[in-house]
């Protein structure tokens, strides 16, 4: 007997059970409110079966889909945590990943892997989502159901959204803004169009086939869905959040002349994502800014950076000792802002933390990277400006031996095993260093 610990499908599934939850385009089939919480349910005793207890976290190397959405709620019900991790990460990141949050189970591709001596932390976690590169230490925020609720219905008031509407998932859910999207569903009966990867064709097909109304993005994809096929197809849209990484103004005006209804946001993953967004119809109006606080969160400016208070904070990470860490509901962000009447504007960070499409590098893990290649004496790693993806990752190389050693493209290669971003970056650019320049 599964003991319904919390999970808001159940109640979707009783009051909507006929109505279309989920059209999973990458798997080829669609599922009910009444199917999604009948797979649920399947899992969550399947995991009973196998000794998960309350507070047991739970690794699920999945891709956006049905089967992600089934584990997410499965684990809801047996008041397990789920820890997503992407299918492509490189086999070092997810070994890290586990031996920082040590699950009780993994679950792959649908098959499931029980681990010894797993964790045995409080329950009350929704979900463990990390955020740390290759080398640093892993840096796993634990957040609520309490935290996905409340942002979930902030966002529904500050975009003026309702149960007509539907999400394109194009975020991955190992991400915030990804699986944000599997518990706003839920939460605000409103179902979901996945993809298990973002590609712009299937994206375009997607949006002309099942006709969403709502789609989260970042800047990058953003520019490849325009270059792929015009603005006509996304005008049928009425919000399309942009966050991940800053937006340009002159990009968010061009993007409002083209007729998108364009929803610049600011969100970090210890805040549950979005806590300032641009309203549908003032992209124009509040061009470079994040837009409006949101109801979920209070924002005020200290010493000129951004702190975030409210029911959608994080309670922590899963390593106590990492610090500044979100504590009482409140979290320093490290970006700087300033606020002008309830709008936000970020001016940066205080730290030298990359965010390239969506990703944050640290410069010293990617130095540590290509220290450790034979042909490199040694590095420094710095963010570039980018038009599409805000900031490149850029690095000076200084080649070991008078001959000169590697040349750069040779010692940017051997980031490749560690890159956590490249699977996104654009054709014909290095996986992890965008631009390198080598002196001997």
Sequence with gaps: MVAMVADPLRELARRHGPRQAIADRSAGFRVTWFDLDGLAHTWARRFESLGVRPGHRIAVVEPA?????????????????????????????????????????????????????????????????????????????????????????????????????????????????????????????????????????????????????????????????????????????????????????????????????????????ETCSQVAVVPPGRAAELAGTAGIVCPQAAIEIVDGEIVVSGACVSPGYVRAEIAPAPEGGRFRTGDLGRLDGGVLTVLGRRDDTIITGGENVRPEEVEAVLRAHPGVADAAVAGRPDDAWGEVVAAWVVAAGSGGGDSPPAAASCCAGSCRAGAQAPPGRDRRCTRMSCTG
């Design 65 to 269: 889909g049905v089967r992600l959405a089934a584990l997410l709620h499965a684990c809801l019900r047996t008041g397990a945590t789920i820890v997503p991790v992407s299918p492509r990460a490189p086999a070092a990141e997810v070994e890290r990943v586990l031996g920082d949050c040590r699950p009780a189970l993994v679950v792959r591709d649908g098959e499931v892997e029980r681990l010894p001596e797993p964790a045995e932390p409080p329950a009350g976690d929704a979900c463990v989502l990390y955020t740390s590169g290759t080398t640093g230490p892993p840096r796993g925020v634990r957040l609520t159901l309490a935290n996905h609720v409340a942002s979930a219905l902030g966002l529904r008031g500050q975009l003026g959204t309702g149960d007509g509407d539907r999400w394109l998932v194009l975020l991955a859910p190992h991400h915030v803004g990804g699986l944000a999207m599997f518990l706003r569903a839920v939460v605000c009966n409103q179902p979901l169009v996945t993809l298990a990867r973002f590609d712009e064709r299937a994206a375009l097909e997607a949006i002309a086939s099942d006709r969403p109304t709502l789609l989260s993005v970042v800047p990058a994809m953003l520019s490849r869905l325009l270059d792929a096929g015009g603005p006509e197809p996304l005008r049928s849209l009425r919000a399309i959040m942009v966050g991940g990484a800053p937006a340009p103004a002159e990009h968010v005006r061009r993007w409002a002349s083209l007729g998108l209804t364009v929803c610049p946001t600011y969100g970090l993953t």
